[in-house]
């Protein structure tokens, strides 16, 4: 079914992680249910960043939060600009580690162990130590099995 309608209608944007320092934090973001959707992009902008090292790494669970185990990826984005750098990731997991970024990762939700039931997502941010370093996170959803953007089935708990 081909659907004309705005971006806002067609995807559907979820803040998971507030906007602020994340000094002697790690994060575990919201959990995110891909049970009504084909895809999430998580999306993560730094802003300053004192020289910290954050590990990223995509969860997967069987609940908000329950049973949780890492989500295999191969690559993820990052750019400063408009045109961002297509980058291997290490072991399933990249760093967040220089100011003003952009850092993005696909999951299909055919990506999960849905044999096992996995269908939630979020991600699992370490703390980048004793820095002031900055970031917030969204995940936009793509292909709601449905209705589409503002009307979609929420994708939290």
């Known amino acids: 079914m081909q659907f004309n309608g705005t971006l806002t ?5 979820v803040p998971i992680a507030t906007p602020k320092s994340w ?16 895809k999430v992009r998580f ?3 730094t802003g300053a960043w004192a020289g910290g090292t954050a590990a990223v790494t995509v969860i997967q669970a069987t609940s908000d939060g329950g049973s949780s185990k890492a989500v295999a990826f191969s690559h993820y984005y990052v750019g400063t600009t408009d045109t961002p750098t297509k980058t291997t990731a290490s072991s ?6 220089a100011a003003s970024s952009v850092y993005m990762i696909e999951i299909a939700a055919t990506d ?5 039931a996995y269908d939630w997502v979020a ?4 703390t980048p130590g004793a820095n002031a370093d900055y970031y917030a996170a969204v995940a ?7 209705l ?9 708990s």
Do not use: M
Not at 9 to 13: A, D, E, M, N
Not at 123 to 126: D, P, R, S, T, V
């Open 123 to 126: 991600l699992a941010i370490a």
């Open 112 to 116: 999960l162990d849905v044999t096992n």
């Open 23 to 38: 000094a002697s934090t790690a994060a575990t973001t919201e959990w995110i249910n891909l049970k009504n959707y084909d």
């Open 140 to 146: 936009e959803l793509y292909g709601g099995r449905y």
């Open 92 to 97: 399933n997991t990249f760093n967040l580690s």
């Open 9 to 13: 209608q067609l995807t559907k944007i």
């Open 43 to 45: 999306i993560i902008y």
């Open 148 to 156: 589409h953007g503002i009307d979609s089935p929420t994708a939290l």
